[in-house]
């Protein structure tokens, strides 16, 4: 049986170029392809997934590529996950391996080292681009120093994400059936541990992270 991929990438042309490449492989099928973390999830939760492959920076709000790695991880433990993208920041890169990414590769290779990369990651190995240091992402991805999403608490994480998708303080309040003066608390407790003073600094920061 071919293994079951996911696309997700917010990127129509991209996704298309890619199911087309996955297509060229019969190890391959492709049982889902979308555009935001949220419908990756109910995808996740809906069907068996043998790897998912997935952009870093995804739509503000949906949740980024960092973030929907850990919350795939957490529904299916046992699907592969690729990160797949253009930046080439090694700290990007080990922000994703973190998140339980299983592999990582530039939407700047061919399409022979990107297959070659999910054949990889299925067959349980780590797969990182030969362009990369791969001896510093690596060292990176144990290292024991927190990141700077990993400094917030769950809450915190919670009113982050509602945050940087435009949500008010009031909006923040009601979705999370918590006070106002808390979710002021909470917002001003993100900005000081994530070394920012504005809302829009937040949003910037937020696809830098691919959060």
């Given amino acids: 049986m071919p293994s079951q991929v996911l696309v997700v990438d917010d990127h129509p042309l991209f996704r298309e170029g890619i199911c087309r490449l996955l297509e060229r492989d019969p190890r391959l099928k492709v049982s889902g392809e979308v555009g935001s973390a949220g419908e990756a999830l109910e995808i996740a939760r809906t069907q068996a997934i043998d790897l998912a492959i997935i952009d870093l920076v995804l739509p503000t709000g949906s949740g980024g590529g960092v973030t929907l790695t850990q919350r795939l991880k957490q529904a299916r433990p046992r699907c592969r996950v690729l990160g797949l993208s253009v930046h080439d920041d090694p700290t990007h890169v080990a922000a994703m391996l973190r998140a339980g990414a299983d592999g990582f590769a530039f939407k700047t290779q061919i399409g022979a080292e990107i297959l070659d990369a999910i054949q990889t990651v299925l067959g349980a190995k780590r797969y990182l681009p030969p362009a990369i240091d791969a001896g510093h992402v690596m060292r990176l991805a144990t290292s024991r120093e927190a990141t700077p ?54 949003v910037r920061l937020s696809f830098q992270l691919g959060a």
């Fill in 149 to 202: 999403l990993e400094r917030l608490t769950q809450r915190e994480r919670e009113v982050f994400e509602l945050l940087v998708a435009g949500e008010s303080n009031e909006g923040v309040a009601g979705r999370l059936c918590i006070a106002r003066r808390t979710v002021e608390t909470h917002r001003q407790n993100i900005m000081k541990k994530l070394e920012v003073s504005s809302i829009a600094e937040l």
